[in-house]
């Protein structure tokens, strides 16, 4: 867990609006374990996501899972949110002004890469909202990638190049310290009584 938790992330965050297929959703979360993105963020606006354990192998229990589902329309507050922890709203789309992914510039701040659905991509709402546009170049005659595909080419771009970056990316040491704190409750069977075995006998 220690040597883990040294490649651990928040400046980059992944967005997933409204993912209909869980198996591809779950796909996504992971390809975040593996490529040390500790927070996932999920927009549930139609549809209810649930993990598919055969896709995620675990990988869940090593992530933040954050929903957002209390309104109609859920898109909004997501951007509110992430906007004052300090994120650049990404979102991932075909249109000509999108930025081609060699070309996107870590090193203006953190982000939070949006994907959208299966079908019909982002929403207009997160499209108008967002601060830039990214984009995979495609070389053949097909238009899009299969959402869990585009997340991991991506993703693994940005992570290998933010590694190789004087940028500061790490968690701080309260950050690790609260993740480590989450896995090992994770980790360990009942550990609610345990904590509170050892709370009560302070």
Request: glycine fraction near 4%; charged fraction near 25%.
């Amino acid at each position: 867990m220690e040597r883990i938790i040294g490649f651990r992330t928040q400046y980059v965050t992944v967005v997933l609006e409204d993912i209909f297929q869980p198996h591809n959703a779950s796909a996504v979360l992971r390809t975040c374990e593996c490529l040390g993105i500790q927070d996932v963020h999920i927009i549930e606006n139609k549809n209810q996501y649930n993990v598919n354990p055969d896709v995620v192998m675990g990988s869940d229990k090593w992530i933040n899972l954050v929903k957002y589902n209390s309104e109609t329309i859920n898109s909004r507050s997501t951007i509110d949110t992430l906007r004052k922890k300090g994120y650049r709203i990404i979102a991932t789309s075909l249109s000509k002004k999108a930025t081609p992914l060699d070309r996107f510039e870590l090193a203006d701040g953190r982000c939070a890469i949006f994907f959208g659905t299966e079908l019909t991509g982002l929403t207009e709402e997160v499209l108008d909202q967002a601060d830039d546009h990214l984009k995979i170049p495609i070389y053949g005659f097909t238009d899009s990638y299969n959402i869990s595909v585009s997340a991991a080419i991506i993703l693994h771009d940005l992570l290998t190049r933010l590694r190789k970056s004087d940028i500061q990316w790490q968690l701080s040491g309260s950050e690790k310290e609260e993740v480590l704190l989450q896995w090992l409750n994770n980790s360990i069977k009942r550990s609610n009584l345990l904590i509170d075995n050892f709370l009560s006998s302070q």
